[in-house]
């Protein structure tokens, strides 16, 4: 069946390190791909999605690619700040899913240093 | 913006107990879904919905129900509390449509002693 892998944390950076949080999935057809993110204390939020092969999401100075290829959807920021520290899901909806069921990834965690 | 919200932040029942957990979002939206998020585990969906008083079980459906008479509102019910239903919960929703985004609320952390 479908399923999204993404790299384990926690991550720990450096405040303006460069972050890459890798995700790939296994999917039918061409689902959508999502970045949710999680601050302390709160629910999901959407970061960005790309919904084809080559789009590239982007919300906040992060981005994403579609990759077909690869089957890969990596989170990458070229300068982190203490506020983005939180847990950073990957998620797929597949091609036909039914009242758009989402299947999401194990998340990271991300710290992030003064 | 679309506002999910949940009616309680904490609560802590007793085992044996019945509990309601709430769910208001504000945006007409035709889904909605009640996930369970646990250390290790990541999110594991309980229940959703895609109509009024249409409900399909998700991965861990055992020992919960839900219930949709309106809408705007989804109610998850923990039939008799246990103490492995001590967890994170949150409620979400999407618009009808192919690959829509869900939103979330803030999420309900029940502790059941």
């Known amino acids: 069946g479908d399923s999204v892998t993404q790299m384990e944390g926690p991550v720990t950076l450096s405040e303006e390190a460069f972050l890459t949080i890798n995700c790939t999935y296994t999917?039918?057809?061409?689902?959508?791909l999502f970045w949710y993110v999680q601050y302390p204390g709160e629910g999901l939020q959407l970061l960005l999605k790309?919904?084809?092969?080559?789009d590239k999401g982007s919300n906040k100075g992060f981005e994403a690619t579609y990759r077909k290829e690869t089957t890969s959807f990596h989170l990458e920021k070229g300068s982190v700040q203490v506020s983005d520290s939180a847990v950073y899901f990957c998620?797929?909806?597949?091609?036909?899913?039914?009242?758009?069921?989402?299947?999401f990834g194990s998340g990271t965690r991300l710290s992030i240093r003064p | 913006d679309v506002k999910v919200t949940q009616s309680s932040r904490y609560l802590v029942k007793r085992t044996g107990e019945k509990v309601f957990l709430e769910c208001v979002q504000d945006?007409?939206?035709?889904?909605m879904f009640w996930y369970r998020q646990d250390p290790g585990l990541g999110l594991r969906l309980i229940y959703f919905?895609?109509?009024?008083?249409?409900?399909e079980k998700g991965d861990i459906p055992e020992g919960y129900s839900v219930s949709r008479e309106k809408k705007e509102r989804f109610s998850l019910i923990l039939e008799s509390a246990s103490t492995n239903q001590t967890s994170m919960y949150l409620c979400?929703?999407?618009?009808?449509?192919?690959?829509?985004?869900?939103?979330f609320g803030d999420g309900t952390r029940l502790s059941i002693l």
């Open positions: 979400a929703s999407s618009s009808g449509g192919v690959n829509q985004p869900q939103h």
């Open positions: 999917a039918t057809g061409y689902p959508s």
């Open positions: 790309a919904t084809k092969a080559d």
């Open positions: 998620a797929l909806s597949p091609l036909y899913s039914s009242a758009s069921k989402i299947i």
């Open positions: 945006m007409d939206h035709e889904n």
């Open positions: 919905s895609y109509d009024v008083k249409m409900k």
